[in-house]
């Protein structure tokens, strides 16, 4: 890139109120959607300073996308993303530029469009069931029971269920213990971590349990190579033809860090989008009855299927709209490769870029009342790719993002057709801000709605209620607690 700008980093306004030694770290900390949500005055970029570190924050759509866009320049990396390597290993998610091509073309068959409907098929499936374990008047500890869905569909596409129970039930325990220590470990100094605390000694079974699992059933796959047509059997068999040092497949070591990879970084997402989704429409009640009235319609007593997909646009604008509010990588980082320009400014190598796609999705300027929950605002047509970014974009774009949406559409049909939710209690849902926008600590209470079609049972959508309090869909925040693994 040819460098014609004179202005330099040090021109990029500094956000107000930083502290001499601290920095922002006090106001990032404390509440740090407000902060993001206060720089959106900010048309560019804007500087902020977290100790003696300072990182540029990319508020404007355009650059945003000048940045996704340029990944050999704004790479992967710095202490974050080594963090999240002693987790996941140097996966398609983490792994830096020079690594991340040969990569990208290994896993993309295992996300190729011909493979969704298997995969839509096991949401199916394992949605009904949970939808089936519930009791009419429970109040749901919504985000752990979407985890343990997730958790549940995203081992039987990967696995295809050919695990014994007792393999899956530790495994869902192991998934748990490492997600819910993730973000303590992240925010946790060196030396600390390595501390032998009765959490640490957990958090290291449960890691090493779960990569011998994995372990294990690649060894099993090596031994046996049928497809089983399961996401597992296509990472094994991808073959990249392009590769130029005749490392053609990926390795075990490679295998096991790319399956850790999908599986922790797709569930948390998957269920904290699902969660939210849920939420919204126990605070927006018109619009629950409106997916109800759907969702009835669409199936007419039929099994729920990946075939229904096209019909439920509702479904889907209701997903879309959750990701745009609650974006769950609500913040990214890149790390300059190279000296470089960005909106004339010129840029040091090593700089760190901060993207947020919670800033853009709530930016009053890009979006009619940003705060407001209105799935028919997607009516018109699909999201702009600028201004819409839950997934990212360009090469390091989410892989998984169709497995996801799938996933999350048809699991929230699934709930819609036998459950009415409403909030539980009248003070607004007060989410917390992690690695994820986490939506932990968010409860609601089911109604059975009588439902039928199939066995002549009359249909009945639930009436919208009026909610005494419509809580705010603005979030606030608290430190502490999980998030995804996988830097999204
Ligand atoms: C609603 C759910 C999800 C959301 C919001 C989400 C979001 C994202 C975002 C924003 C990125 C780009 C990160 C960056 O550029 O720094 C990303 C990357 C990625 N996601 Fe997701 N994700 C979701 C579900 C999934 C699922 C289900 C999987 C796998 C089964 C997955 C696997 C990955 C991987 C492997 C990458 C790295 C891709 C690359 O660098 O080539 N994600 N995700």
Not at 239 to 256: H, I, P, T
Not at 421 to 444: H, M
Request: with cysteine.
């Amino acid at each position: 890139m040819t460098d014609t700008s004179t202005a330099t980093a040090a021109s990029v306004p500094l956000a107000p109120r930083a502290l001499p030694l601290l920095g922002h770290a006090l106001p990032l900390l404390r509440d740090p959607l407000a902060f993001i949500m206060s720089l959106s005055g900010y048309r560019e970029m804007v500087r902020v300073r977290l100790g003696p570190s300072s990182a540029v924050m990319v508020c404007d759509p355009d650059l945003t996308r000048q940045v996704f866009l340029n990944d050999r320049v704004f790479d992967k990396g710095g202490p974050i993303y080594d963090r999240i390597r002693e987790v996941i290993g140097d996966g398609l998610s983490t792994c830096s530029y020079t690594l991340h091509r040969r990569q990208r073309r290994l896993c993309q068959p295992s996300f190729h469009p011909t493979r969704m409907p298997g995969y839509g098929a096991v949401f199916a499936r394992a949605a009904e069931l949970k939808a089936a374990s519930w009791r009419d008047g429970d109040v749901l500890d919504v985000t752990q029971e979407m985890m343990t869905l997730t958790t549940r569909a995203t081992m039987e596409t990967m696995f295809s269920g050919a695990l014994p129970a007792e393999t899956m039930r530790r495994s869902l325990a192991d998934t748990a213990t490492i997600v819910s220590a993730f973000f303590r470990r992240m925010m946790t100094p060196g030396v600390l971590r390595q501390l032998p605390t009765p959490q640490k000694r957990r958090y290291d079974r449960a890691r090493n349990r779960l990569s011998a699992t994995i372990a294990e059933i690649i060894a099993d796959r090596r031994a046996d190579p049928t497809d089983h047509a399961d996401l597992l059997s296509t990472l094994v068999g991808a073959v990249d033809e392009e590769s130029q040092d005749g490392q053609k497949q990926l390795s075990d070591a490679e295998l096991a860090d790319e399956a850790l990879t999908f599986f922790l970084g797709g569930m948390e997402t998957t269920a904290i989008t699902l969660a939210w989704a849920l939420h919204l429409l126990a605070t927006n009640p018109d619009v629950q009855h409106r997916l109800q009235v759907e969702t009835d319609g669409v199936l007419a007593g039929e099994k729920l299927d990946p075939a229904h997909l096209p019909s439920l646009g509702l479904a889907s604008r209701v997903v879309t709209e959750t990701l745009r509010l609650y974006p769950p990588a609500w913040m990214m980082t890149r790390t300059l490769r190279q000296d470089t320009e960005l909106g004339g400014v010129s840029l040091k190598s090593g700089s760190t870029i901060v993207l947020s796609p919670y800033l853009l999705h709530r930016r009053p300027d890009l979006y009619n009342e940003p705060d407001r929950f209105d799935p028919d605002r997607w009516l018109d047509g699909q999201p702009d790719r600028a201004t819409y970014i839950p997934f990212g974009a360009g090469a390091r774009k989410c892989i998984g993002d169709q497995f996801a949406l799938t996933e999350a559409i048809l699991a929230l049909t699934a709930i819609v057709a036998r459950w009415e939710l409403t909030p539980v209690g009248d003070q607004p849902f007060q989410p917390k801000v992690e690695t994820s926008l986490s939506s932990r600590g968010l409860n609601l209470r089911l109604s059975e709605r009588r439902t039928g079609g199939a066995d002549g049972t009359e249909l009945r959508a639930a009436a919208p209620k009026s909610t005494s309090a419509q809580p705010s869909t603005q979030p606030s925040t608290q430190p502490g607690g999980s998030a995804c693994p996988v830097q999204h």
